[in-house]
């Protein structure tokens, strides 16, 4: 006699396990919608490599960044405090945007411009006392690369808006919804005016600059302006 076993069912996965892979399939379907329409952009405004990687973070900051290699980072905090697919399309086509710019490169420079007068200043402000302290120059080099970053990233915030405004737009997202998640930053800041030590622009500006684009985008521009 042959007993049977009756087939080990398939065990299900948990719920958080099942969230994350929700999480990751959501993001990555609005990536691929957002891909063709980013490359566009991409060689529209002469940046010849126009590919990205794009990585979900399980940790619930909202937040999300640019990174080395053309990667592009979104936190599960985004994903959740979004209300629709267009917010979180505004986030994704935001960093690609910050790559599409080049803004990786141009802030390590910048930095290391301003680390530079930094260091020079604090000489020449402190002559000798300077001359025989290398803390002291170092520590004028660290502030002038902060001075550096500061300077220049609130600059390439707008641009990466201004682009990631075309971006959106050409994959099918509607830009008010997208705007959407600026008005929800701009809340969580509690900021109206920017300030020198901002590294983002203050919520008002920057919806000002959103709404900029978008007017500009409906007039009937196809593509964004070059620099």
């Given at each position: 006699?042959?007993?049977?076993?009756p087939p080990?069912?398939?065990?299900?996965?948990?719920?958080?396990?099942?969230?994350?892979?929700?999480?990751?399939?959501?993001?990555?379907?609005?990536?691929?919608?957002?891909?063709?329409?980013?490359?566009d952009?991409?060689?529209?405004?002469?940046?010849?490599?126009?590919?990205?990687?794009?990585?979900?973070?399980?940790?619930?900051?909202?937040?999300?960044?640019?990174?080395?290699?053309?990667?592009?980072?979104?936190?599960?905090?985004?994903?959740?405090?979004?209300?629709?697919d267009?917010?979180?399309?505004m986030?994704?086509?935001?960093?690609m945007?910050?790559?599409i710019?080049?803004?990786?490169?141009?802030?390590?420079?910048?930095?290391?411009?301003g680390?530079?007068?930094?260091?020079?200043a604090?000489?020449?402000?402190?002559?000798?006392?300077?001359a025989?302290?290398?803390?002291?120059?170092?520590?004028?080099?660290?502030?002038?690369?902060?001075?550096?970053?500061?300077?220049?990233?609130?600059?390439?915030?707008?641009?990466?808006?201004?682009?990631?405004a075309?971006?959106?737009?050409?994959?099918?997202?509607?830009?008010?919804?997208?705007?959407?998640?600026?008005?929800?930053?701009?809340?969580?800041?509690g900021r109206?005016?920017?300030?020198?030590?901002?590294?983002?622009?203050?919520?008002?500006?920057?919806?000002?600059?959103?709404?900029?684009?978008a007017?500009?985008?409906?007039?009937?521009?196809?593509?964004?302006?070059k620099?």
């Open positions: 006699l042959m007993i049977r076993r080990r069912s398939t065990p299900k996965p948990s719920s958080a396990a099942s969230d994350v892979y929700k999480r990751q399939a959501r993001i990555s379907a609005l990536y691929n919608q957002l891909k063709p329409a980013a490359t952009v991409c060689r529209y405004v002469g940046e010849h490599h126009c590919e990205w990687e794009l990585t979900y973070s399980p940790e619930e900051e909202v937040n999300a960044y640019a990174s080395d290699a053309a990667t592009v980072v979104i936190y599960k905090g985004i994903v959740q405090y979004a209300r629709s267009a917010e979180i399309a986030v994704i086509a935001h960093e945007a910050h790559h710019a080049d803004h990786i490169r141009e802030s390590q420079n910048s930095q290391a411009v680390a530079i007068i930094g260091g020079v604090m000489t020449l402000l402190l002559g000798d006392a300077a025989y302290s290398g803390q002291i120059i170092s520590d004028g080099m660290q502030i002038g690369a902060v001075a550096g970053a500061l300077t220049f990233s609130r600059k390439q915030e707008m641009e990466a808006d201004y682009l990631s075309y971006i959106i737009a050409h994959a099918g997202f509607d830009l008010d919804a997208g705007r959407g998640i600026l008005v929800k930053l701009g809340r969580m800041s109206t005016e920017s300030t020198v030590l901002d590294t983002h622009p203050a919520g008002p500006e920057r919806l000002a600059a959103w709404d900029l684009a007017a500009e985008i409906r007039s009937g521009s196809p593509m964004p302006r620099r």
